[in-house]
């Protein structure tokens, strides 16, 4: 069975882990999942993905750790985008959105963290218990505290304690609670209101966004201003800019090309 589902609809991609009984993730069907989010980066009739897990209990645990002990090496390949195909994949500068429709711990929480907008299914529920068999939760670590206050991320890392999704929506790290029967309606939702919106300025932010992560606030000013991000000059330079102008002084929408 492939371990990884996908189903496309106009410029939207769904990308579903399907690995039973928890949707746990080795290192086959990490490169996997980094090719298709690769394919999805390089599509250009594509401008929106949503990530999930099949069934309703688990979104993803994390690391196959069965797979482990059989000889997958926790350091090993995980392909073009790193573990899970998202956390290192390059240039990635189109929205993702995860709907987390279970359990979501380990690595399975800091793949939804690599997503730009997390939904959370209403029984989802959350932990970082890398701390109880002895390892780090390596990604988390350096996200988390940049995403939520830094004592509560801590708390979390450190203790690996379970918090169900009104907790994480009340720290932020959650955008939406949604019934679980109606989680992907909702995601595809927003998918095609993003996919309906500008794909060269969400290009721009993304890039802007990552970019400016360890830079101070002028320097990444300066940057935009002088146009030194490719996503910047690209939109600056774009039809998709004047046709923005020009359709707010028609007073119609516009029509986005990408171009």
Not at 14 to 33: F, G, H, Q, W, Y
Not at 66 to 78: C, I
């Given at each position: 069975?492939?371990?990884?589902?996908?189903?496309?609809?106009?410029?939207?991609?769904?990308?579903?882990?399907?690995?039973?009984?928890?949707?746990?993730?080795?290192?086959?069907?990490?490169?996997?999942?980094?090719?298709?989010?690769?394919?999805?980066?390089?599509?250009?009739?594509?401008?929106?993905?949503?990530?999930?897990?099949?069934?309703?209990?688990?979104?993803?645990?994390?690391?196959?750790?069965?797979?482990?002990?059989?000889?997958?090496?926790?350091?090993?390949?995980?392909?073009?985008?790193?573990?899970?195909?998202?956390?290192?994949?390059?240039d990635l500068n189109k929205p993702v959105i995860a709907a987390v429709n279970g359990i979501a711990c380990g690595g399975g929480l800091e793949l939804a963290l690599s997503a730009d907008m997390i939904l959370a299914a209403d029984h989802a529920t959350f932990a970082l218990p890398e701390i109880k068999s002895g390892t780090v939760a390596d990604a988390a670590s350096i996200k988390l505290p940049k995403r939520i206050p830094y004592h509560i991320a801590m708390e979390l890392l450190l203790t690996g304690r379970w918090f169900d999704a009104k907790e994480a929506q009340g720290w932020g790290l959650v955008n939406e609670i949604v019934a679980g029967g109606e989680l992907l309606d909702r995601a595809w939702s927003l998918a095609r209101l993003l996919a309906s919106g500008p794909p060269l300025v969400y290009a721009a932010i993304k890039e802007i966004v990552r970019d400016a992560e360890d830079r101070t606030f002028q320097d990444s000013m300066n940057r935009v201003t002088k146009s030194q991000l490719k996503t910047v000059r690209t939109l600056y330079t774009s039809e998709d800019q004047l046709e923005g102008a020009i359709a707010f002084a028609e007073k119609r929408e516009p029509l986005w090309k990408g171009s």
């Open positions: 069975m492939d371990p990884v589902k996908i189903k496309r609809e106009g410029a939207v991609l769904e990308v579903t882990l399907d690995r039973p009984k928890a949707n746990a993730i080795d290192l086959a069907t990490s490169r996997l999942m980094g090719e298709v989010f690769r394919d999805f980066r390089d599509d250009p009739e594509l401008r929106v993905a949503i990530l999930t897990g099949s069934g309703n209990k688990f979104f993803c645990p994390g690391w196959d750790l069965k797979a482990a002990a059989g000889g997958d090496a926790v350091d090993g390949d995980y392909g073009v985008g790193g573990f899970g195909g998202l956390q290192e994949l390059p």
